[in-house]
């Protein structure tokens, strides 16, 4: 699986795909991370990518022509989906995490400034996500969550596939369980009694209660 960023910090991309799991599903060739640096396709000799909006507002948005030069730039793409970080977007949740994992190719547009001309949304990409009713600085941040959570499944990329069986926000459950390990006891404050107590359908019920 492929994922390609379109970014003006693309060395924040390459970071990202250099450690943990991550780096490490890469080394095995499960999935690909690519970065395609925004600035290359801006216009002029200073390389314009942003500009003032039309009618007034505060700050700067992003023109359309880098960013769908940017996108061109990748060729067509097999089985391909491309997303705009969007704060007005659908809410990133596990099952659309298990939506896009069945796409070969994924194109996210990170935004930066007070975000992308409209065109963008309306006529370049497949569809706007977001990744929580907050403001970051930009899409890369948002964007990596969903690789993380796309990638652990695709197959092999996890080293331990059983984690995959009960997963927090999964079809049957909402949270997460409370778990514990060693010690028994620390601070005085004890693990409960029944997860101590090799009775696999009690703490089968304690866990999904």
């Keep these: 699986m492929n994922f390609f960023f379109i970014s003006l910090h693309p060395k ?31 216009i002029g000799k200073h390389k314009k990518v942003d500009d003032r909006p039309y009618g007034g507002g505060a700050g700067m948005l992003l023109r359309p022509e880098p960013i769908v030069e940017a996108m061109r730039s990748l060729g067509e793409l097999p089985n391909c989906r491309k997303i705009l970080l969007s704060p007005r977007g659908q809410i990133f949740n596990q099952k659309k995490a298990k939506d896009l994992s069945q796409y070969e190719n994924l194109i996210f547009v990170c935004g930066r400034y007070e975000g992308v001309d ?35 499944l ?45 009775h696999h359908q009690n703490v089968k019920d304690w866990r999904n209660k």
Excluded at 16 to 28: C, N, P, S, V, Y
Excluded at 124 to 144: H, K, N, R, S, T
């Design 12 to 42: 924040l991309v390459r970071a990202f795909a250099q450690e943990g799991l991550i780096a490490r599903a890469i080394k095995d060739s499960k999935i690909q991370i690519q970065s395609v640096d925004l600035r290359k396709f801006g």
């Design 118 to 152: 409209e065109r963008v949304a309306e006529f370049y990409v497949d569809e706007e996500i977001c990744v929580g009713p907050y403001v970051l600085m930009g899409g890369e941040v948002g964007a990596f969550a969903m690789t993380e959570a796309i990638s652990r």
């Design 154 to 198: 695709v197959p092999g990329v996890l080293g331990n596939q059983d984690s995959l069986a009960e997963e927090s926000f999964g079809e049957d459950l909402d949270q997460e369980y409370p778990q514990y390990t060693r010690p028994e006891e620390f601070e005085g404050h004890s693990v409960p009694a029944v997860l101590k107590s090799g």
